[in-house]
T-cell receptor, first 113, second 114 residues
Framework: AQSVTQPDIHITVSEGASLELRCNYSYGATPYLFWYVQSPGQGLQLLLKYFSGDTLVQGIKGFEAEFKRSQSSFNLRKPSVHWSDAAEYFCAVGGNAGNMLTFGGGTRLMVKP | ETGVTQTPRHLVMGMTNKKSLKCEQHLGHNAMYWYKQSAKKPLELMFVYNFKEQTENNSVPSRFSPECPNSSHLFLHLHTLQPEDSALYLC?????????????FGPGTRLTVL
């Protein structure tokens, strides 16, 4: 069965600092990997997606993620965090053949001024 | 309106009430989903519809009854709920059902069961 682990439940960074959110997945074939962001009281918004090609994926709001097959990881990064990035971030894995998306437990990001 | 909309945004109901949640997508997608998001638990997939046909029911109690009259509308009918059903209910849609197409989410309905 597929699964996603986000080891960090909470992360606090200072505004302007760099950010890396970890995501490890388990999937038996070529995965489709997603990062979503959820602001308080809102639904999930797609940040970026990987399914093939270049393993470094660029997304919206200055985010990027790198797919590392050997480590079964898809970590999200941002070089300089803004206060508006405070939110909850979800990693998800899916695939072909009807496999539905499986979400990780989420990482709540807090940004210090 | 664009994207995925959900109404109502907030709902408080007693355990003996009957209510319905509504979801509408304006993206021309063929698949729609209901998810439950509870505090301290991962997002749980409840139901999947593809071209109006239900393709997944993840062991959801019968007090939750979905309805998909067409590819643009999805309902979740609620009756005799329990307090543990209090959660954020999210609707999503995608071009096709499955884990390869991007899912677009609505803002959710915050449900409180008293």
């Amino acid at each position: 069965a597929q699964s996603v682990t986000q080891p960090d439940i909470h992360i606090t960074v200072s505004e302007g600092a760099s950010l890396e959110l970890r995501c490890n997945y388990s999937y038996g074939a070529t995965p489709y990997l997603f990062w979503y962001v959820q602001s308080p009281g809102q639904g999930l918004q797609l940040l970026l997606k990987y399914f093939s090609g270049d393993t470094l994926v660029q997304g919206i709001k200055g985010f990027e993620a790198e797919f590392k097959r050997s480590q079964s990881s898809f970590n999200l990064r941002k070089p300089s965090v803004h206060w508006s990035d405070a939110a909850e971030y979800f990693c998800a894995v899916g695939g072909n053949a009807g496999n539905m998306l499986t979400f990780g437990g989420g990482t709540r990001l807090m940004v210090k001024p | 309106e664009t994207g995925v909309t959900q109404t109502p945004r907030h709902l408080v109901m007693g355990m003996t009430n009957k209510k319905s949640l509504k979801c509408e997508q304006h993206l021309g997608h063929n698949a729609m989903y209901w998810y439950k998001q509870s505090a301290k638990k991962p997002l749980e997939l409840m139901f999947v519809y593809n071209f109006k046909e239900q393709t997944e029911n993840n062991s959801v109690p019968s007090r939750f009854s979905p309805e998909c009259p067409n590819s643009s509308h999805l309902f979740l009918h609620l009756h005799t709920l329990q307090p543990e059903d209090s959660a954020l209910y999210l609707c999503a849609s995608s071009r096709s059902a499955g884990g390869s197409d991007t899912q677009y989410f609505g803002p959710g309905t915050r449900l409180t069961v008293l």
